[in-house]
Structure formats: structure tokens, C-alpha cells
């Protein structure tokens, strides 16, 4: 916490200086968290150029070397920031909002396992719009409740399926997440966040996303040009969540196109009707050959 505390005096001007206000996250606050840590351990790892291979230190007056160490530095300051707000508006969360979410995760992970196997079932559809519901989820208890629940129930359903996939897959944590869904809703209920110091936690907390997501994205950005003949390492950095949510979003959509079609009482697509082929025209009579000259004789 002292390094987190000195992470943030360090960002917090800065930050400020941004004059942004608002959320900037396209994806939970712990996924992106993760994401940004694993992007500064990228600008580490491929530094220096490796035979063939080239190296972002090529491009240093446009990402510096120090990129790596400052985006660390940053995500403590965003934690930082983070648990401040949280200690006003959601006490909760920071009791026991980490056990709420590594529940959730284990759930989510199991389910995913065992219904990733080629074959349509009506789970895979409740799998896909839970996770599409609570995509935007943030850290609130609110959301962590409901996720909970969500999860458990459909574990709960598909529970002997779970242990006969995976034999170590834990049973009690279907009960665990019923049990930590209460405990949020009830805590939550039973907190009244200050207006004028929530909003102002807020405000800083978000400026500290700012920075977070610019360097990330700046990475991103730069690792595309510099190993564009290397896709492989460009996709070390991009996200794993957005492309898991795109699979998602298509299989869905091809779900409901699949159902559209028997539910309306018609195929989903018509073919074109057939062309009938011109008919052929009928043969005419051949014209008489041309008398053959006898031999010997002239043509006149």
C-alpha cells in the first residue's frame, strides 16, 4: 500500500492535466488491469531485437525506454486510486470483493471448459448472454451480486457435468457464491456513500484511467508497426478479452439467425427461383449443297 501511495502522489498532477473526466474502460476494471501489466511485461520482454526478430527499442524516441517501469507505476496509482473510491462509495468490495471475483472467474472458467465442445446445447446460449450482461461490470457490489448469482445458478444446473469435465473442479463454490452474493447485497444496502467526496474520488480515479489506457494503447499501436511481419507477437499484446467477447457476439448472432428462421415459419434464406433456360431454336431444314463441278469443268 506505501508503494501504491507513493504511485499515486507520483500520477495524480499528471493525471489532472489530462482534463478528462469520464470512465474510458471498454472492459472490466480487472481486465484491463491485467492487460495493462501484462503490456508493460511486452515492452520489457521485447526490447532488444533478437536475430530476424526486430526490437521496439527501434523506435525509443517515440516509446522510451522507461515505458515498461512507468506504465507498473501507473497501475499501482489506478489500485490506489481505486481503493480510495471504493472505501466511500462501497466498503464491501474491499472487504471481501476479491474473494467475490476470483469466485466468479473460477465459475465462469469452469463453465467455459466443459461447454466448449462443438456442440449446440440451450447452456451455451445462457453462458454467452451472461457473459455479454456482465461484460461492463464494474468492481460495485451491485454487480458483483448479481454476477455471483447468474454463475451459481447456472454451475448449480450443470453441476455433475462439471466434476465429470474437470475432476478438481471445487463444488462449494457454487454455495460460496450464493452465500458472498447476500453478503454484498446486504452491506451494500446498509452504505451511504458522501456525495461531494465520492464524485471527487471518482473524477481522480478516472484521470488515472486515462493514463493507464493511453500507454497501453500507445503499446499496442507500436508493437502493430514494428512487428507487423510478426502477427504472433503482435497478438501477445492485443486483447484476449475483446476477442473471446467478438466470438461470443457471433455465435449469438448466429444463434438467434438460426432460431429467426424456424420461428418465423421460413427458411432463413430463400433461394433465388430457377431461370428456365432459353429453349433452343429448332433446326432448319439444311440448305441444298452446291452442285459439285464435273471434272474437268470450268466454273463460268
Do not use: C
Not at 238 to 261: H, I, Q
Amino acid at each position: 500500500m506505501a508503494k501504491q501511495g507513493k504511485d499515486y502522489d507520483r500520477w495524480v498532477k499528471a493525471a489532472a492535466e489530462t482534463g478528462r473526466t469520464d470512465n474510458p474502460l471498454k472492459v472490466p476494471y480487472d481486465v484491463a488491469v491485467r492487460e495493462a501489466v501484462a503490456a508493460a511485461a511486452f515492452v520489457e520482454k521485447y526490447w532488444e531485437p533478437d536475430g530476424d526478430r526486430p526490437g521496439l527499442k527501434r523506435v525509443k524516441n517515440r516509446l522510451p525506454a522507461s515505458t515498461s517501469e512507468d506504465l507498473l507505476s501507473i497501475v499501482h496509482a489506478v489500485q490506489e486510486a481505486q481503493t480510495r473510491l471504493l472505501l466511500i462509495v462501497d466498503p464491501a468490495v474491499t472487504d471481501v470483493g476479491e474473494r467475490a471475483r476470483f469466485v466468479v472467474d473460477e465459475l465462469e472458467s469452469a463453465l467455459e471448459f466443459l461447454l466448449d465442445d462443438d456442440v449446440d446445447e440451450p447452456a451455451d446460449a445462457q453462458l454467452a448472454r451472461i457473459k455479454e450482461f456482465h461484460a461492463q461490470d464494474g468492481q460495485r457490489s451491485s454487480a458483483l451480486s448479481q454476477a455471483l448469482r447468474d454463475y451459481a445458478g447456472l454451475a448449480e444446473a450443470l453441476k455433475d457435468r462439471l466434476v465429470e469435465a474437470d475432476e478438481e473442479f471445487d463444488v462449494r463454490l457454487i454455495a460460496e457464491a450464493r452465500k458472498l452474493a447476500e453478503d454484498l447485497q446486504r452491506r451494500a444496502m446498509e452504505t451511504v456513500p458522501e456525495g461531494v467526496a465520492s464524485a471527487a474520488a471518482a473524477t481522480i480515479r478516472n484521470q488515472m484511467l486515462h493514463l493507464m489506457v493511453d500507454r497501453v494503447a500507445a503499446i499496442r499501436k507500436t508493437a502493430a508497426h514494428v512487428f507487423r511481419r510478426h502477427p504472433e507477437i503482435v497478438r501477445e499484446v492485443t486483447s484476449a478479452y475483446e476477442r473471446r467477447r467478438r466470438v461470443a457476439a457471433r455465435r449469438e448472432k448466429a444463434r438467434k439467425a438460426a432460431e429467426a428462421g424456424p420461428a418465423d415459419g421460413k427458411p432463413a434464406t430463400a433461394p433465388a427461383p430457377a431461370t428456365p433456360a432459353p429453349a433452343a431454336p429448332s433446326p432448319a431444314a439444311p440448305a441444298p449443297a452446291p452442285p459439285s463441278p464435273s471434272a474437268g469443268a470450268r466454273p463460268s
